[in-house]
């Protein structure tokens, strides 16, 4: 079980893929329509935040003015800018499309995915800078992510800002608080050396959830999708313009700041990837199906990006920043 766990771990973005094509499948010859996803999703929930936020050592946010400057901005950049961005393409590529477009708004009004402290380390980046930023940012979504979607979506999906908020603050907070009872227990019981052993396993564990709700989610609008596939096209293209847009801004406002490789790449990553886990289950559990078909198809797109942005783009961005 480990070793798949470590495997869907590495290798999500084809796992996430192959989901997302058995779903198709699946939901083109069986009729999901019917189907009511939200209890399914808000276990789902459970299981991608408890162990994602067991692994985040909370207690670090006390070092967040080590190095404000870079967080202040990257936040800024992550919450502010992303929102603009969303916004603009919401209101322009996706005009005719209100869900998807609703679903471009909540990619922007919901960053710091924790997969930031993950990618900082692959890219020989802060980890401790992005471990910050990846907590104060979660701290800050269920203040700040439901005024965003209120302002820049009200007009195309109804909703309650303050059900999203108190949605928000019990799937943030609950797996929160046992995920650090959690922490500490198995600290004190075993030691640290195999907590860091068994934290491996967690962003596996977290990735099932993942997949259980773009199965569910993607299978229930399969045969709508189906039958329009310009929604593939559109909700790519969006997607890939909102990455390139975020990744082109912050490149410059990182060169312009003078913040080193270490310190700009984080930024970079901070103001481009978006939260999967939290968007995702909100979205499943208020909102149309258009919205979390989109959504879905997020996670493969996000991490295949990254990806490339590191390992591709990762040079030469070490060579403009220096």
């Avoid at 198709?24 to 936020?53: E, H, Q, R």
Wanted: hydrophobic share 60%; charged share 15%.
């Amino acid at each position: 079980m480990k070793k798949l766990l470590m495997n869907i771990k590495k290798r999500l973005y084809l796992y996430v893929l192959a989901d997302f094509i058995v779903a198709l499948a699946a939901g083109y010859f069986i009729d999901f329509t019917a189907l009511n996803i939200k209890p399914i999703s808000m276990a789902a929930v459970f299981l991608m935040l408890y162990p994602m936020l067991t692994g985040m050592v909370v207690e670090k946010v006390k070092k967040a003015g080590r190095n404000f400057k870079l967080i202040a901005i990257t936040l800024l950049f992550a919450y502010g800018i992303a929102s603009i961005t969303a916004y603009f393409l919401s209101r322009s590529v996706l005009v005719d499309y209100p869900e998807i477009a609703f679903a471009m708004i909540m990619v922007g009004a919901i960053p710091c995915s924790n997969m930031l402290i993950g990618w900082s380390g692959i890219a020989d980046a802060s980890v401790e800078d992005a471990l910050v930023i990846a907590v104060v940012g979660l701290l800050l979504i269920p203040i700040v992510s439901p005024v965003i979607l209120w302002v820049s979506g009200g007009t195309l999906v109804a909703f309650d800002p303050a059900v999203v908020a108190s949605l928000l603050l019990l799937y943030i907070l609950i797996p929160l608080a046992f995920g650090m009872l959690t922490r500490r227990a198995i600290i004190r019981r075993k030691g640290m050396d195999y907590f860091m052993e068994v934290k491996k396993v967690f962003p596996g564990i977290s990735a099932i959830g993942i997949l259980l709700i773009v199965f569910f989610s993607v299978a229930k609008v399969s045969r709508a999708v189906l039958g329009h596939p310009e929604v593939f096209v559109l909700i790519f293209f969006a997607l890939m313009l909102y990455y390139l847009i975020q990744t082109g801004l912050s490149l410059v406002v990182a060169k312009l700041m003078k913040f080193r490789y270490e310190q700009g790449m984080i930024f970079i990553l901070g103001a481009t990837a978006s939260s999967q886990a939290i968007s995702l289950s909100i979205a499943a559990t208020l909102f149309g199906p258009l919205t979390v078909f989109a959504l879905s198809f997020k996670p493969i797109l996000q991490v295949l990006y990254i990806m490339a942005l590191i390992y591709g783009a990762g040079p030469k961005i070490r060579e403009f920043l220096g």
